[in-house]
């Protein structure tokens, strides 16, 4: 529920700016909703399932690409 939360968070962020920061960020968000309510409703076995890794795996990166690629020095035009 907080990850669908953060979802609409950054949605209404990014509607606002049009940054693309903020859609990456919702869409990781959104991918983790989604990842916890069908693990939620599948018998998993446990933690060390490559699934799990997987979605985290997915999750991270479109949090990390957008953040170092807005730190990243301007070029000169």
Same mark, same amino acid.
């Given at each position: 529920?907080?990850?669908?939360? $953060?979802?609409?968070?950054?949605?209404?962020?990014? #509607?606002?700016?049009?940054?693309?920061?903020?859609?990456?960020?919702?869409? $990781?968000?959104?991918?983790?909703?989604?990842? #916890?309510?069908?693990?939620?409703?599948?018998?998993? #076995?446990?933690?060390?399932?490559?699934?799990?890794?997987? $979605?985290?795996?997915?999750?991270?990166?479109?949090?990390i690409v957008p953040i170092v690629q807005?730190? #990243?020095?301007?070029?000169?035009?």
């Amino acid at each position: 529920m907080a990850s669908f939360v $953060a979802v609409l968070f950054f949605l209404r962020f990014y #509607r606002q700016t049009r940054d693309i920061l903020f859609l990456l960020f919702a869409l $990781a968000f959104g991918v983790d909703s989604v990842f #916890r309510v069908l693990a939620g409703m599948d018998q998993v #076995r446990g933690e060390a399932e490559p699934l799990f890794y997987i $979605a985290r795996l997915t999750t991270f990166a479109l949090i990390i690409v957008p953040i170092v690629q807005k730190n #990243r020095p301007a070029r000169p035009s």
